[in-house]
């Protein structure tokens, strides 16, 4: 870990408000819709909080861009935490998390790949790992993405 930069006091405290904030909305969009899991996006907000605004290079205005890194949320019942990362990065919008499983919404109670930052759907619990694995691979040897991430 010597590589290992330890970020300043400013950044952590902005990651530890984009976390709350992440928390916030996921409790909002599952008590709209009165259905989900948000103790798993609790649970899962910190880490989610660091990979997106610390950690992954991605342009949030271009999901699709092949030279974003990947992300798999393998535990896909916690898709609300993701949802709210993507509207904190400015690509989805606050308000559609209000809609969440709504039938005319694209959020759903899992990740599809119907929304751009998805590439692999999940909802079983490990199902995420092989599909990263496979994501990694290809990435190194034929695409030559940057990163994939895996929140396991």
Partial sequence: MASYHKPDEK???????IANKLRIHSIKATCASNSGHP??????????????FNAMRYKADDPRNQCNDRFVLSKGHAAPVLYAAWAEAGFVKESDLLNLRKIDC???????PKLAFVDVA????????GAACGMAYTGKHFDKARSVFIFY
């Fill in 106 to 112: 694209d959020l759903e109670g899992h990740p599809t």
């Fill in 39 to 52: 103790t798993s996006c609790c649970s899962a907000a910190e880490l989610m909080s660091v990979l997106f």
């Fill in 11 to 17: 950044t952590l405290q902005g990651l530890k408000d």
């Fill in 122 to 129: 999940t909802g079983s619990l490990g199902q995420g790992l």
